[in-house]
T-cell receptor, first 112, second 112 residues
Framework: NAGVTQTPKFRVLKTGQSMTLLCAQD?????MYWYRQDPGMGLRLIHY???????AKGEVPDGYNVSRLKKQNFLLGLESAAPSQTSVYFC???????????FGSGTRLTVV | SQQGEEDPQALSIQEGENATMNCSYK?????LQWYRQNSGRGLVHLIL?????REKHSGRLRVTLDTSKKSSSLLITASRAADTASYFC????????????FGQGTTLQVKP
């Protein structure tokens, strides 16, 4: 089915470990976004990309890096995980500005 | 910082009743969007209203936008148990990035 696929769906990390979350979309969308969702905080934008090869910081970028080497993929990296990064991470994509997002099903990350 | 403030935080109604959720925001916007999130799932785009529009309908959904008051409302008519979910407003105040700033959401429970 067309859409946004996030892997993995669940992960437990130890403090200081690194990992990469993968987001893949097959809708030829230009724009891609990474959000985190925490209880009582809504969704907060981490990083985003307006096209292949471009990335930019969002509202809460510290501790994360991203890459968009291919149009269909948007990777989110945690170099040295901290307990404060325990969250549910959502990737989203959109065809253009002024169009709605398509979200992935999320990655639940726990850092112990 | 959150752009959108949603009210109420939680709403419980009987099946068949109407549900109204409100969203207020702080800055000028290009558009405002509403999303639904079922428990443990990703967000689903419901409706987008542009800054030059005042009202929009989609099935049992009615969205209004008052840019002078910087507020929007989502009305779900003849609610069903399947409408039980969290509802988020999101504003696009960006310059050609499509970044959305999400509110904290309203949790709707529809009792059968």
């Amino acid at each position: 089915n067309a859409g946004v696929t996030q892997t993995p769906k669940f992960r437990v990390l130890k403090t200081g470990q690194s990992m990469t979350l993968l987001c893949a979309q097959d809708m030829n969308h230009e724009y891609m976004y990474w959000y985190r969702q925490d209880p009582g905080m809504g969704l907060r934008l981490i990083h985003y990309s307006v096209g292949e090869g471009t990335t930019a910081k969002g509202e809460v970028p510290d501790g994360y890096n991203v890459s968009r080497l291919k149009k269909q993929n948007f990777l989110l990296g945690l170099e040295s995980a901290a307990p404060s990064q325990t969250s549910v991470y959502f990737c989203a994509s959109s065809y253009s500005t002024g169009s709605g997002y398509t979200f992935g099903s999320g990655t639940r990350l726990t850092v112990v | 910082s959150q752009q959108g403030e949603e009210d109420p935080q939680a709403l419980s109604i009987q099946e068949g009743e109407n549900a109204t959720m409100n969203c207020s925001y702080k800055t000028s916007i290009n558009n405002l969007q509403w999303y639904r999130q079922n428990s443990g799932r990703g967000l689903v785009h419901l409706i987008l209203i542009r800054s030059n529009e005042r009202e929009k309908h989609s099935g049992r959904l009615r969205v209004t936008l008052d840019t002078s008051k910087k507020s929007s409302s989502l009305l779900i008519t003849a609610s069903r148990a399947a409408d039980t979910a969290s509802y988020f407003c999101a504003t696009d105040a960006s310059s050609n990035t499509g970044k959305l700033i999400f509110g904290q959401g309203t949790t709707l429970q529809v009792k059968p």
